[in-house]
């Protein structure tokens, strides 16, 4: 298994004004926000610590105004 989160917040870190975190959000009056969710991480071909892994995500963002902005970043 690869450990991608911590590569992933760093980077969703890096777009300005947005709370990220690995978590649902639990103060509604600071958006906008950003969740993400681990929802797979297989090593297919049991090769532990190789560079063969099939990981999947979920990024959810969360805001009171439209998201399309903060997406294309």
């Known amino acids: 298994m690869y450990d991608v989160k911590p590569l992933v917040k760093q980077l969703l870190d890096s ?3 947005v709370k990220v975190s ?3 959000p639990k103060d ?3 958006l906008p926000c950003i969740s993400f969710y681990e929802i797979a991480n297989i090593d297919p071909a049991r090769l532990s610590g ?3 892994v099939d990981i999947s995500l979920q990024v959810d963002i969360w805001h009171d105004q439209s998201t399309g902005a903060l997406a294309s970043q």
Do not use: F, G, V
């Open 22 to 24: 690995d978590t649902y």
């Open 15 to 17: 777009i300005p004004s």
């Open 50 to 52: 190789q560079p063969l």
């Open 28 to 30: 509604w009056s600071k």
